[in-house]
């Protein structure tokens, strides 16, 4: 499975069909009025700059430094993220699983590509990928080895299934040393693949 959706292309490389079937319908709709592509631009940069990850990175660190919140977290997860004001579509029934010492959870949307928006903004292009959708639940570990993350074999690995009626977000394990970090602070280590449960949050003074 490739991981280097995050790279941009060269100036001379030829787009991706999928891009370019984009393009093409984006520009037949504009074309008949159906798009508005001033308001189709705002949407994709609030979702990618705005919302991206940041919202579901604000949950993680208030969890991770507020025990109360944490508990109710887990307990209810819409009603706790609604909380920060992160609530709306894709994102209405939430359930959030910890990443401990003893259980890794990873989510996965073996039918289509559910994903909470709201929390984590636009799914990454591997999420979508039928090569992940499969592997996901037949070999996690392997999946997990090829985004870097080993999980000790004493760790167990579970794997959650998002769909259209309930979709899962990852509270990841809070790492060594942190302790003393203010909650501003504990924002910038958390990944967004950390809360998919594909990667960890970061290490404080590790480079990003």
Excluded at 23 to 41: F, M, P, Q, S
Excluded at 48 to 74: C, F, H, M, S
Excluded at 78 to 86: D, R
Excluded at 140 to 150: D, S, T, Y
Aim: hydrophobic share 40%; with cysteine.
């Amino acid at each position: 499975m490739s991981h280097d959706h995050d790279h941009a292309h060269g100036h001379d490389a030829p787009l991706p069909e999928v891009v370019l079937r984009v393009k093409a319908l984006e520009a037949l709709l504009t074309e008949k009025g159906l798009v508005d592509t001033a308001a189709l631009d705002a949407i994709v940069d609030t979702y990618e700059k705005k919302i991206g990850p940041r919202n579901g990175a604000q949950v993680v660190a208030k969890a991770w430094t507020d025990p109360a919140y944490k508990a109710r977290l887990l307990a209810d997860g819409s009603k706790a993220i609604a909380e920060l004001g992160y609530s709306g579509v894709q994102g209405e029934d939430m359930v959030v699983v910890e990443n401990t010492a003893q259980v890794h959870n990873m989510v996965v949307c073996t039918l289509c590509s559910c994903y909470p928006w709201p929390t984590l903004g636009l799914p990454p292009v591997w999420y979508k990928s039928a090569p992940y959708r499969s592997r996901a639940v037949i070999d996690p570990r392997g999946v997990l080895r090829e985004f870097g993350v080993e999980i000790p074999a004493t760790t167990e690995v579970r794997v959650w299934d998002s769909n259209a009626e309930l979709r899962y977000f990852v509270l990841p394990e809070r790492p060594a040393g942190t302790e003393g970090l203010s909650e501003a602070a504990l924002i910038e280590l958390v990944t967004r693949d950390s809360m998919i449960g594909t990667g960890l949050a970061g290490k404080p003074g590790a480079t990003a």
